[in-house]
T-cell receptor
Framework: AQRVTQPEKLLSVFKGAPVELKCNYS??????LFWYVQYSRQRLQLLLR??SRESIKGFTADLNKGETSFHLKKPFAQEEDSAMYYC?????????????FGGGTRVLVKP | DGGITQSPKYLFRKEGQNVTLSCEQN?????MYWYRQDPGQGLRLIYY???????QKGDIAEGYSVSREKKESFPLTVTSAQKNPTAFYLC??????????????FGPGTRLTVL
């Protein structure tokens, strides 16, 4: 069965400190990987996707196939990074590409 | 935001009643999805639809039903058979289901409370 684990429910860091959100997945195939974010009073939205190899708002995510992890990192957290973050692998199949969401990690950046 | 709308924002229903949640999108997307969001459990997929007149069960479809008569609309009915219906329901859409890196766009959600 496909499973996504975000072990930390809450991460509290000070402004300017590094932040790392962990995500581990167990899939039989090779999924595409996404991080979604939900800021207060806003809709859930895509933050970044592995296939794009991009850095968005200073965040990057490294895929480690050996450890089946896709951790999200930012070297210097800002107060506006406070939000709920979801890791979401998608197993690509002929029948369709469905996302499976982790339980989410709430990030609180303190001044 | 626009693009994908859900109504109503808050919904109350009595136990034993069916209720229908609306989801509309004007993004010309083929694929649409319904998720349920519970604290600490992330989002769980209820139903999804790749194209008009077609839909498939997600991971927690029991007690729910959907229809896809129009491309822009994907209503979700929470039936009396759903044992724990109180939750936050999110609708989403994407260009299609075949592209590996397509982005899902989410609505603002409907909070359903069963009294």
């Amino acid at each position: 069965a496909q499973r996504v684990t975000q072990p930390e429910k809450l991460l509290s860091v000070f402004k300017g400190a590094p932040v790392e959100l962990k995500c581990n997945y167990s899939y039989s195939g090779s999924p595409e990987l996404f991080w979604y974010v939900q800021y207060s009073r806003q809709r859930l939205q895509l933050l970044l996707r592995h296939i794009s190899r991009e850095s968005i708002k200073g965040f990057t995510a490294d895929l480690n196939k050996g450890e089946t992890s896709f951790h999200l990192k930012k070297p210097f957290a800002q107060e506006e990074d406070s939000a709920m973050y979801y890791c979401a692998p998608a197993l690509i199949k002929a029948a369709g590409n469905k996302l499976t969401f982790g339980g989410g990690t709430r990030v609180l950046v303190k001044p | 935001d626009g693009g994908i709308t859900q109504s109503p924002k808050y919904l109350f229903r009595k136990e034993g009643q069916n209720v229908t949640l609306s989801c509309e999108q004007n993004l010309n997307h083929d694929a649409m999805y319904w998720y349920r969001q519970d604290p600490g459990q992330g989002l769980r997929l209820i139903y999804y639809s790749q194209i008009v007149n077609d839909f498939q069960k997600g991971d927690i479809a029991e007690g729910y039903s959907v229809s896809r008569e129009k491309k822009e609309s994907f209503p979700l009915t929470v039936t009396s058979a759903q044992k724990n219906p109180t939750a936050f329901y999110l609708c989403a859409s994407s260009i299609d289901l075949r592209t590996s890196n397509n982005e899902q766009f989410f609505g603002p959600g409907t909070r359903l409370t069963v009294l």
